[in-house]
């Protein structure tokens, strides 16, 4: 019987398919550079602006996102002390993700008090 050792899979011959999804690779982007333009993670993801729009809103729904206006931009606040949604990895945050991936923690996002936002520095979410 032949064996065969492990060959190194060049990622770009395998671009049918990722380890994380489009809305991983958002947050991600989001948490890297906090005031990116839509366009910009668009670009660097791989899908339409309007899908990254679609992302950040379902982000924002569930809780994971918080915009903030600044001026004419917005800025992204991530709840990285948020478990990850499947069963499979419920057990992890999302900051540990963003961890793991990006190499750094996530800045904490603002706490909601009665419908007023605090600034990330006077609350203790990380």
């Given at each position: 019987m032949k064996t065969t050792s492990a060959t190194k899979?060049?990622?770009?011959?395998?671009?049918?398919?990722?380890?994380?999804?489009n809305h991983a690779h958002v947050l991600l982007c989001l948490v890297a550079q906090p005031d990116a333009r839509m366009r910009n993670v668009a670009a660097r993801v791989g899908i339409t602006e309007r899908a990254v729009q679609r992302i950040v809103a379902e982000l924002e729904e569930a809780g994971y996102l918080d915009r903030v206006r600044e001026g004419r931009a917005n800025r992204y606040l991530v709840h990285a002390h948020l478990s990850l949604r499947h069963p499979v990895e419920g057990h992890c945050t999302i900051g540990q993700l963003i961890e793991t991936v990006v190499g750094r923690q996530a800045r904490p996002g603002?706490?909601?008090?009665?419908?007023r936002r605090q600034h990330a520095s006077s609350s203790r979410e990380t």
């Open positions: 899979v060049d990622p770009a011959s395998s671009a049918g398919w990722t380890f994380l999804t603002p706490r909601v008090n009665r419908g």
